[in-house]
């Protein structure tokens, strides 16, 4: 009988190693949230916190954030990072001419400052990555070939490039250049080791059972898709629901550290994929609230599911 005694008093170790087991499991349990003067204040805010639908918006700066949040826990990343534009130029917008000038956050601070933040970024990108995880990020001239190089430099390896094509793209007012019409998308896995998750299959389903091709057809985003608000660098839908299905699972923790209005995070609550965004801007995370909100509330406005997908 003692020695059954013995036994039985080791049964709550064994319950112990079920709740760290967990712990990993549950997307949103991203963030190391102790408040003790070891670890000093928290270096961001939480703006929306939605455990039921696997939801949660920070607003602080992502590089902070990402280097306090738990290593290996995320398991794709969709990065729209600054593109450094806002240099007093114009451009045409609804057949007027506006100002590219977007905010602070998008003035350039000389080429080689401009490569040293995306080196820092993308490294707390690569330390919060499954093993397996991959990342896109988009970019037009002006900044992605300092993403690619600085991809490069961590150990990313680069799986794809690819060709954005935006088929309404506006005029170029100047008359001295081709009309871009184009961005860059590069897909890269957390480092050469990785085995990345491609949804082969369902790419080549909706694409008249073709292989996928790395030229996208998909038009900027439509004005219903900025009816609460626009963000100058908004993405369509469209684009982030190919993404998340051609590079997660169900069930996934999806993460965009420049989530602007949350393109991303709508993408990824209407094909059960869990998602945080993180962002500096307040009226940013205003915009990315209304736009969740609203998509709990009317999903049927969306035609989403794993099997629909644009082809392109």
């Known amino acids: 009988m003692p020695v059954t005694r013995t036994l039985k008093k080791k049964t709550p170790k064994r319950a112990k190693k079920e709740v760290l087991y967990a712990i990993p499991q549950d997307g949103l349990e991203l963030f190391n949230f102790e408040e003790t003067a070891e670890y000093g204040d928290r270096p961001y805010s939480v ?110 390896k680069i799986l794809n490039d690819i060709v954005w094509y935006k088929r309404n793209a506006p005029p170029n007012l100047s008359c001295r250049y081709f009309t871009h019409s184009t961005e860059i998308v590069l897909w890269a896995s957390k480092n050469k080791k990785s085995k990345h998750y491609f949804n082969y299959p369902l790419m080549k389903a909706s694409n008249q059972g073709k292989q996928m091709r790395n030229v996208w057809n998909i038009s900027s985003p439509p004005p219903i898709e900025k009816r609460f608000g626009k963000h100058p660098t908004q993405k369509p839908i469209d684009l982030l629901r190919r993404i998340v299905l051609a590079s997660t699972k169900e069930g996934d923790l999806v993460l965009d550290p420049f989530c602007g209005s949350s393109t991303t995070g709508v993408a990824s609550l209407l094909l059960n994929r869990k998602y945080v965004g993180i962002d500096m801007e307040e009226n940013y995370l205003e915009l990315s609230k209304k736009r969740i909100e609203e998509t709990l509330k009317k999903p049927s406005l969306f035609n989403f599911s794993e099997t629909a997908i644009n082809n392109g």
């Open 47 to 156: 703006f929306l916190n939605d455990p039921e639908h696997h939801i949660r918006l920070l607003k602080g700066n992502c590089i902070e954030v990402l280097n306090k949040a738990r290593e290996n826990s995320v398991d794709m990343i969709f990065a729209d990072p600054p593109y450094f534009l806002s240099n007093g130029g114009i451009t045409c917008h609804a057949g007027k001419m506006v100002s590219v000038n977007k905010g602070k956050w998008d003035v350039s601070k000389g080429i080689k400052e401009n490569h040293e933040f995306n080196l820092e970024w993308l490294k707390a990108c690569q330390r919060v990555l499954t093993p397996n995880g991959t990342i896109w990020v988009s970019g037009t001239t002006h900044i992605i070939y300092s993403i690619g190089f600085a991809m490069q430099e961590l150990g990313f």
